[in-house]
């Protein structure tokens, strides 16, 4: 097995995505371990999304190489063990609870009895149990929120993307999110989660700070702080916008 | 779990057709979009090409003097009890005026003598049309041959042994006029290669717009999948639209209908591919649904025009012929009138079907091709 010489799932060495003159990706090295949260923070256009798709697979890298799994990416062999929660609540609105995850169960070869149990589960964690049969079109906000999460995990990924995945919902609820993905990292799910909400980032294990689609810094957020000696996420994070300098022209 | 080509898994395929069968039948208003639909048009049209299917006028010139006098009885005998006929009298120097003025929808026309039919053993009649409405003219053929055959070998003013023969002549048309016969079997075809096009391209670019296609291609689901699963839920509906289109045609319309029942399936299905991936192409050029029926206009319109269903495609200005002739409806349309009408077999027909095949098959490359983009 490949992965037995870097155990980390995700490595992502020096790698750059041009869409024609525009670089969306400049450089950018990273290595995620397994059972952490790692954070994706930055402004709109910062190249959050970019990475997430070369690392999910859809679109293959201008410049340097990204393994997931050990698998240098893309590579159709990971897909079973990835789940993917989009920015928009990709449902089926005229589906019930329990048939969109059936469906998207059904992509990665769940069915019969598997399926019953994993979608018990999965309708237990994100406490959608009662509306099983409700048609996706009847939910409120953030049961969609919800239902969308529960279709990433479906079939108990090892890898889990979340691209912006608390945009637009309460307070509460952003922090049972927070509560869920902590309970994933406890049994061994790798997270990658793009975040506008400085907040939020602090309860990454570490957080790669993205700006003109350049890493400026990978760390634990108290690391984060320490550095640039800063008590609070947005001075921390302008200080080392700041210190990239350089940066700001060169993504402009 | 069955596999063949590269991996491709038939249980995600009908994974991904339950779902759509699903979709569907939870949106009721395109379900009766999709089996009420034609079943209106077709009656409309059926109102509308043979309106006085439900009553016709024939006029006739009984031949002079007391010959006549027999002649109009047995007639009116002869049509007694015929439902929906009315028949009426016309003077012999009044025939063109009496067509003209729209009172009667045709006129038989008696010789004035018959002393000579005894003698040739032949009774020529004439039957002029008032033509412009092609059920009534048909019918009124039938009912001359009828009223003929009856006059031969009924005693009386005619000898018994005679043949008759009608010669029609038309005011307006002719009979090669369009009729629900000639126009229900490429109908069968416009319904279903229509809503399919318009469902499928609307369905995928919901897939699009509501991010889900992004799950799809991230998940082990391949492009090949992707299309079968539309191509097999989609057809479905297109099959039983047809079987109702059918049933309602030959059921309730009375068209008539010779043909070859898998083969007519056949030709469907065929068509049906291409427009499935026709759609999921097209759903690549459109941002919402607005721009989904944009295509209308101009993918499905000039078919629907120019395919045979109004006009014979002989009879086309020469540039629109060539354009008729790279249209799929217009092969589709060729291919059922064929088996409906004419009872081809595939020995007949296997040109027509070739070319809709062959445009499936340009339209499954072409869906693919823009799936490409979605996953590198």
Request: hydrophobic share 50%; charged share 15%; proline share 4%.
């Amino acid at each position: 097995m490949p992965e037995l010489t870097n155990p980390d799932p995700i490595v992502v060495d020096h790698v750059g995505k041009s869409f024609g003159n525009v670089n969306a990706l400049d450089d950018v090295s990273l290595t995620v371990a397994s059972g952490e949260t790692f954070g994706l923070v930055g402004p709109n256009g910062s190249g959050k999304t970019t990475l997430i798709r070369l690392l999910l697979g859809l679109g293959r890298p201008t410049r340097g190489e990204i393994r997931v799994l050990g698998h240098v990416m893309p590579d159709r062999a990971v897909a079973g063990q990835i789940g993917y929660m989009t920015q928009a609540n990709a449902l089926y609105a005229e589906l019930s609870v329990r048939e969109n995850l059936a469906f998207f169960g059904g992509l990665y070869g769940l069915h019969g009895r598997r399926l019953a149990a994993r979608t018990a589960t999965t309708l237990a964690l994100v406490d959608l149990a009662d509306r099983a049969n409700s048609p996706a079109s009847t939910l409120s906000g953030g049961m969609r929120q919800r239902l969308s999460l529960a279709c990433a995990l479906i079939h108990e990924p090892r890898l889990l993307f979340l691209d912006e995945p608390t945009v637009g919902i309460d307070p509460e609820l952003r922090h049972t999110f927070w509560d869920y993905f902590a309970n994933l990292n406890a049994a061994g799910v790798t997270i990658i989660v793009s975040t506008h909400y400085l907040d939020e980032a602090a309860r990454c294990h570490r957080l790669g700070l993205l700006r003109f689609g350049r890493l400026l810094a990978a760390d634990t957020p108290d690391s984060l702080r320490a550095i640039s000696g800063e008590s609070d996420f947005e001075r921390a994070f302008l200080y080392f916008a700041l210190r990239a300098g350089g940066a700001v022209a060169k993504g402009a | 779990m069955p596999a063949f080509g590269y991996g491709l898994s038939m249980r995600r395929v009908a994974n991904l057709t339950m779902r759509i069968i699903r979709q569907f039948t939870r949106d009721r208003r395109t379900i009766a979009l999709l089996f009420l639909a034609p079943i209106v048009i077709l009656t409309i049209l059926n109102f509308v090409l043979n309106n006085s299917a439900n009553q016709v006028t024939l006029g006739f010139v009984a031949p002079d003097g007391a010959t006549g006098q027999v002649v109009t009885q047995e007639l009116r005998a002869a049509v007694q009890g015929q439902q929906g006929l009315v028949l009426t009298t016309v003077v012999r120097d009044s025939v063109d005026a009496t067509l003209r003025s729209g009172n009667v929808d045709g006129i038989l026309i008696f010789p004035t003598d018959l002393s000579g039919v005894a003698a040739t053993g032949t009774l020529r009649l004439t039957l002029d049309l008032e033509g412009s409405n092609p059920g009534a003219a048909k019918q009124l053929i039938s009912i001359s041959n009828l009223l003929a055959h009856a006059l031969s070998t009924t005693p009386g003013a005619a000898p018994t042994a005679i043949t008759t023969s009608i010669s029609a002549n038309y005011l307006y048309g002719g009979p090669q006029f369009t009729q629900t016969d000639a126009l229900a079997p490429m109908l069968v075809g416009v319904f279903s290669f229509f809503f399919v096009f318009l469902l499928t391209s609307v369905a995928f670019l919901r897939e699009r717009s509501q991010g889900t296609i992004e799950r799809l291609m991230v998940s082990p689901l391949r492009r090949s999948e992707l299309v079968l699963g539309y191509v097999c839920g989609f057809t479905i509906f297109a099959l039983l639209q047809s079987i109702e289109v059918l049933v309602f045609v030959i059921g309730v319309l009375q068209v008539h209908y010779h043909g070859n029942i898998a083969l007519l399936f056949l030709v469907t299905l065929a068509l049906t591919i291409g427009g499935v991936n026709l759609g999921i192409f097209a759903s690549a050029f459109a941002r919402n649904e607005l721009q989904v029926i944009q295509f209308i206009p101009l993918l499905l319109v000039p078919q629907i025009l120019l395919g045979g269903l109004f006009f014979a495609v002989k009879s086309l200005p020469i540039v629109l012929h060539q354009l008729a002739y790279i249209m799929p409806l217009t092969y589709a349309n060729f291919a059922l009138q064929d088996i409906m009408l004419k009872g081809y077999g595939l020995g007949q027909i296997w040109p027509d079907l070739l070319f809709l095949v062959g445009f499936a098959v340009l339209m499954i490359a072409l869906s693919a091709y823009s799936l490409r983009g979605e996953r590198i």
